[in-house]
């Protein structure tokens, strides 16, 4: 079955720097379209990047434009969203996902959280 596995969150200071990984499992990788959203309590899901499957083209939410880099290993099946100056607005929980045979899947999330 369809399996996503984020890693990679924790504390950080304004500024800084992380990097987030999605595992992936189950379903062709490469051929499929990956995003990241982000979550905080009390606000819906919202998009943050995503990228297409073989040719990799990216695409952001505004808010993180020119600050976060979302890639991909075909050869892994492995999702990574490189996120740099991250401020507080950035704190949220952090999810992958793929659409898979007209449904939509998760993992469990990566808490990201930016404070000094």
């Known amino acids: 079955q369809v399996q996503l596995v984020e890693s990679g969150g924790g504390l950080v200071q304004p500024g800084g720097s992380l990097r987030l990984s999605c595992s992936t499992s189950g379903f062709t990788f490469s051929s499929y379209f990956m995003k990241w959203y982000r979550q905080i309590p009390g606000k819906e899901r919202e998009m943050v990047a995503t990228?297409?499957?073989?040719?990799?083209?990216?695409d952001y939410a505004d808010s993180v434009k020119d600050r976060f880099i979302v890639s991909r290993d075909n050869s892994r099946s492995m999702l990574y969203l490189q996120m740099n100056d991250l401020t507080p607005e950035d704190t949220a929980v952090y999810y992958c996902?793929?659409?898979?045979?007209?449904?939509?899947?998760w993992g469990q999330g990566t808490q990201v959280t930016v404070s000094a």
């Open positions: 990228i297409t499957g073989r040719e990799g083209v990216a």
């Open positions: 996902g793929v659409r898979f045979r007209a449904e939509d899947y």
